[in-house]
């Protein structure tokens, strides 16, 4: 009986230490995004910490999954236990570094790897590694298998665009569906292999060695097409509908999709990662009826396509309904009868604006309910009517006013709206069978979110108004700037940023750099105008004189520089009417005066 | 001022002692890399720009007419940003950038009679060019130069003597013979009588100098 007793002790105490001991798991997620939460023994935020953790705590196979983001890790794989590295979106989990095995059998897929100029994979001595549905691009050796008889592996389903070498094997070892495009030394290069015996249902294209590998008639299996990618510039590496790698790849494997006859290609065979592409060109806007929106998107044109999810909610990233969109084509729809409430919010409080040059720097309280603000103003007439002009500055507190007129008097106020705001976001579907419930491993994320308003809006009344004007700021200390200067009127009104100095620097840069004349007028001044600005400094008493004198040019300056061609043209037809009919006038009296024809 | 002068000779005392196994074998180049606060010599600079200074960086390279003597180029950089002035409202508003890049051409006197003297005093002066860039948010830029004149000086400590085996090192590897710690006060006048403006000011500076 005590036997028994302490036995039962002994199994208790055994069973709770295997609970609770420190091993570790044969599943682990890798997660670098900031402030993600992630916590070890089973997620990590870098892939070599995952790595280290294994040592000597396990021997049984680990999967390392890596959440999408971007890694820069050198990694070295050892030799137990045996691997598997993944990314959970193969266009999204993003490797910019080398790995390296030289011991043990792994397996490395469903990874974007572009280490910019270096290899991407390299295997040596005894190591065995089976690499598939990748993407490799901007890599100098794409998968490099070197020094060994003994190395080994298979490379399947992946995708080699734009590296120097795709795969440099001393190995005659199975490459397979896999897409070798504008690689630019060679799509697979060997030093010591005289002939390969595996290199079976791949397609090259606009690589240097296509004939080798896919000559006509080749019994191979290997084809030369473009793939059609639906867009390789952002990573899109997706087959198109009419791309000669669908269901042409090798039959004794099908496509975890949908089944048919593999793929050639990373998105092809029973390992492809099933995440369709993020819907992109997203656009929302209230529909002509009341309470629906317009959504469009552009297509996803991955033949795998076959539904678009659009999620709508009436909080941010928090989409409560969803309306689903049928056939890969279709890129609209009107969300309808959506509810809405009209609240009036109080009025918010503004505060003194700051000014700048021709702006006028507003802010003011947030209110309760308010999902905008309208911004009002005019010209100061004197009297207490309310600011007419409007604008809506959208869900924010402040807001500046800008192409005013400096030293001209504005009246400013601000109001509350308050509007059923609905987020939208769009998800593309892969045809996974019976799979089409949202959130499955066959739905993309969610693409970027709008917001858009439906309903009436309700307005406050308007906040206080305030009456303040813009003008030129001097900087501290007032320097003259040297290079460009308008020293004599600097010197006359000042300081460099009058408005006055500003006209006339205006009417330099509009018509005098312009043309060969000014120029040549604008250097002659640089040379001489400092000397009159250095008189006019040393007697203060003559600026008022000189700044009468520049009245005219100031005035032309701004006439230039601040009309539009009607409005000059305008005016000069009246100057030379009235010039005409002065001299008209003026030759009448003289030959009125000398007898002449009368 | 007496107490000052009797630490300078008890400074260069044991440098004038040595001076005679100066070796033929003397550093003929030194870098200098150093960083600060500037003062600007502007009454309503803090008023402004909030506190009385702005940070400085400088690097300087020098040849050695003499073991005491020697004349180079430097450059530096100080920047800080404050508020601008409206001058109808009365207030200050806006933002500017301030930039300052002055080049300095120098002459520097060093009291050191043996390669194995551990501290240094020096003095030197010269000419200086100050480049200055003013940026007033959404309205423009203002830049140009103006000259002046600068004069400085500081105490230099040997490192050498901290650690010798370093010191072997940077020599075998580099050739550097001496590397300094050093501290020092810099004065700089840059009168822009246009704005009627001093650039200038006073930075308290400290830094290695390296020599080879």
């Known amino acids: 009986m005590k036997f028994k007793k302490c036995l039962l002790l002994f199994t208790t105490v055994f069973f709770l230490c295997s609970l609770f001991s420190p091993g570790a798991s044969t599943a682990l997620t890798v997660n670098n995004a900031s402030g993600a939460s992630c916590s070890e023994p089973d997620c990590y935020t870098s892939i070599s910490a995952a790595i280290s953790a294994l040592s000597g705590t396990t021997t049984s196979a680990v999967v390392i999954t890596l959440l999408p983001g971007e890694y820069s890790e050198t990694l070295t794989l050892p030799a137990t236990p045996a691997i598997t590295l993944e990314g959970q979106e193969t266009a999204s989990a993003l490797l910019y570094s080398t790995i390296t095995a030289t011991a043990g059998s792994h397996t490395i897929q469903n990874l974007t790897i572009a280490v910019n100029g270096a290899t991407g994979i ?46 440099d094997t001393d190995v005659d070892l199975q490459i397979r569906n896999n897409i070798f495009m504008s690689n630019s030394s060679a799509s697979i290069s060997s030093g010591t292999i005289s002939s390969f015996t595996q290199v079976t249902y791949n397609n090259f294209y606009s690589n240097p060695d296509d004939a080798t590998w896919s000559p006509s008639g080749n019994t191979n299996n290997n084809i030369s097409s473009d793939p059609l990618f639906v867009n390789y510039p952002v990573n899109d590496f997706h087959l198109e509908t009419l791309s000669p790698c669908q269901d042409t790849g090798y039959p004794g494997e099908t496509d975890i999709i949908d089944s048919t006859t593999s793929d050639i290609g990373a998105y092809g065979g029973p390992y492809a990662d099933t995440i369709p592409f993020i819907v992109s060109g997203i656009t929302a806007t209230s529909a002509s009826t009341s309470a629906a929106i317009d959504v469009t998107w552009s297509a996803n044109n991955s033949y795998l396509v076959s539904r678009y999810n659009v999620y709508y909610g009436t909080a941010t990233g928090v989409y409560d309904s969803y309306v689903a969109v049928d056939g890969a ?19 918010p409080v503004l505060n003194q604006p700051s000014v700048a040059n ?80 949202p959130g499955t491993s066959y739905e993309s994320a969610y693409s970027e979110e709008l917001s858009v308003g439906v309903g009436d809006t309700g307005e406050s009344a308007l906040s206080n108004t305030i009456i303040d004007f813009p003008e030129a700021l001097v900087a501290y200390p007032n320097l003259p700037d040297k290079r460009q200067g308008c020293f004599i009127a600097t010197a006359a009104y000042g300081y460099y940023s009058a408005p006055e100095v500003q006209a006339l620097r205006n009417f330099r840069d509009r018509y005098l750099l312009t043309n060969r004349p000014g120029s040549a007028f604008v250097r002659w001044y640089y040379e001489h105008g400092p000397v009159g600005a250095a008189y006019l400094d040393a007697h203060p008493a003559s600026k008022p004189l000189v700044r009468a004198a520049l009245l005219p040019a100031v005035g032309a300056a701004l006439f230039m520089t601040k009309t539009s061609l009607f409005e000059k043209v305008l005016a000069m037809l009246c100057i030379l009417s009235i010039a005409l009919i002065t001299a008209y006038r003026f030759s009448r009296k003289r030959f009125s005066g000398s007898g002449g024809i009368s | 001022m007496k107490k000052i002068i009797l630490l300078a000779l008890a400074l260069l005392l044991p440098a004038a002692a040595d001076a005679a196994d100066a070796a033929l074998d003397r550093p003929y180049w030194s870098l200098e890399i150093k960083g600060g606060v500037f003062a600007p010599a502007l009454g309503n600079w803090e008023q402004y720009y909030g506190t009385s200074n702005m940070p400085v960086y400088e690097g300087a390279l020098a040849y050695k007419l003499l073991r005491q003597v020697e004349v180079g180029v430097g450059v530096g950089s100080a920047k800080d940003k404050g508020q601008a002035y409206a001058p109808n409202h009365g207030t200050t508003s806006g933002q500017v950038t301030y930039e300052l890049y002055p080049i300095n051409v120098f002459v520097l006197l060093r009291g050191i009679g043996s390669e194995s003297q551990w501290l240094v005093p020096y003095v030197g002066g010269g000419w200086t060019r100050m480049y200055y860039r003013q940026k007033v948010e959404d309205q423009g830029t203002v830049s140009g130069s103006v000259n002046g004149y600068h004069v400085r000086g500081g105490l230099q400590l040997d490192l050498n003597g901290l650690d010798p085996d370093a010191a072997n090192d940077m020599y075998m590897d580099y050739g550097v013979f001496h590397t300094y710690f050093f501290v020092e006060a810099e004065q700089t006048k840059a009168r822009l009588s246009s704005a009627a403006v001093d650039l200038g000011g006073t930075a308290y500076l400290m830094g290695l100098m390296f020599e080879f």
């Not at chain 1, 598939?132 to 665009?161: P, T």
């Not at chain 1, 890129?331 to 509810?339: A, D, G, N, Q, V």
């Not at chain 1, 009297?383 to 006013?401: E, F």
């Open chain 1, 122 to 167: 390299s295997i040596t001595d005894t190591a065995s590694v089976t690499i598939r549905n990748n993407l490799f691009w901007d890599n100098n050796i794409a998968v490099s298998i070197a020094a060994g008889s003994s190395s080994g592996g298979s490379i399947n389903n992946n995708v080699f665009y734009g590296n120097g070498v795709g795969v």
């Open chain 1, 329 to 347: 084509t279709t890129t609209t729809t009107t969300l309808s009868s959506l509810s809405s409430t009209t609240t009036v919010p109080d009025a």
């Open chain 1, 358 to 437: 021709g702006v006028l720097n507003l802010s003011w309280s947030a209110v309760s309910g308010a999902t905008g603000y309208r911004v009002y103003y005019d010209t100061d007439d004197g009297t207490s009517s309310p600011p007419a002009t409007k604008i809506d500055v959208g869900d924010t507190t402040s807001y500046a006013l800008s192409g005013l007129t400096n030293n001209l008097r504005y009246k400013v106020a601000v109001s509350a709206i308050s509007q059923t705001t609905y987020y939208i976001a769009v998800t593309a579907l892969n045809s996974g069978g019976s799979s089409y419930s």
